[in-house]
């Protein structure tokens, strides 16, 4: 722990930020969490549960929000009702949701004008990594922000891979989560063609096992859809979100993209299915249905 931080407002007590917040507290970081549900911030082990983002967020010394998108930040922050004057000019804002390049340069600017010590470092890992404290934050700050922001992110990650221009630690984390995502649609199309051919999909997995061709990811990611073992992981309402944010920052690029405008639409198809809080890799069951036709 450093000098610099002793206290923590956590803001957004979800599955991902309440590991986040517990690696805080076993680091000895003082931790006030709240989140929109209170029972989450109650979960929070070894930290104070407050009743509102502004009570926990009162006199901190960094305020750390993890909320599933960039208007809920920007809500919990800076919207009427949220953190507001509560934080004092010079705290640090460890901003660590996936928000999209144009809120990530938008809150960068409004925290600015706030006089915050704003650092945006949107993050990757399951929850195990989480709890391992292993996960990987890709952040953006201004060179004199660092050392206060780094003894937080290393009591929770493994990694840090700095940034300086505003928006590219959430440029990095959109194209890793585009490749992920995409990843996971094109081992349901493989697991759908096998089936379609009237062959056996496992023995495609078994095939791969070991193979260059092959991959760990697949290895687990394509029996959890065969046995349609959809708990952990990303959620799919997230990975549809984080597709639309992909979408968008290939636009400002000038790229176009053909794989992640077809996997978001499958996981839209999923989400209207009831499969929205299941992992991501329920987009197989709206590619096995599509792949189908209307049968079930």
């Known amino acids: 722990m450093t000098d610099g931080v002793r206290s923590v407002a ?3 007590a979800g ?17 006030r969490a709240w989140d929109p549900r209170p029972e989450r911030a109650q979960a929070v082990a070894g930290a104070t549960a407050c009743g509102g983002a502004a009570e926990a967020a009162a006199g901190a010394d960094a305020v ?34 996936t928000v999209g390049v144009r809120f ?18 949107p993050v990757i890992g399951t929850l195990p990594d989480a709890e391992r404290r292993s996960l990987v934050f890709f952040a953006c700050a201004r060179e004199s922000a660092r050392p206060l922001a780094q003894p937080l992110l290393d009591a929770m990650g493994a990694r840090t891979v700095w940034y300086e221009r505003p928006g590219d630690g959430q440029r990095m984390k959109l194209a890793l989560n585009g490749w992920l995502l995409t990843l996971y649609e094109l081992t349901a199309e493989s697991l759908a063609l096998v089936e379609g051919l009237g062959l056996d999909p496992r023995e495609f997995l078994e095939i791969l096992d070991g193979h260059p061709l092959g991959s760990p ?3 687990n990611a394509g029996p959890a859809m065969l046995d349609e073992r959809f708990e ?21 690029a000038g790229v176009e993209l053909a794989l992640a405008p077809a996997a978001r639409e499958k996981m839209a198809l999923a989400a209207e299915l009831g499969y929205a809080d299941a992992s991501a890799a329920a987009t197989f069951v709206a590619t096995r249905r599509a792949a189908r036709g209307s049968s079930p």
């Open 217 to 219: 990811f697949l290895q």
């Open 104 to 121: 990530a340069e938008r809150l960068a600017a409004e925290a600015n004008e706030r006089g915050l010590i704003a650092v945006d470092a």
């Open 232 to 252: 952990g992981g990303l959620r799919l309402a997230l990975a549809h979100k984080d597709l639309g944010l992909i979408g968008e920052a290939a636009q400002d």
């Open 15 to 31: 599955a991902m930020g309440r590991r986040m917040a517990e690696s805080l507290v076993r680091a000895g970081f003082e931790v």
């Open 64 to 97: 750390l929000t993890m909320a599933p998108d960039g208007p809920a930040v920007e809500q919990t922050m800076l919207g009427e009702g949220g953190v507001g004057g509560a934080v004092r000019p010079g705290t640090l804002w460890l901003q660590t949701s």
């Open 10 to 12: 956590l803001l957004g």
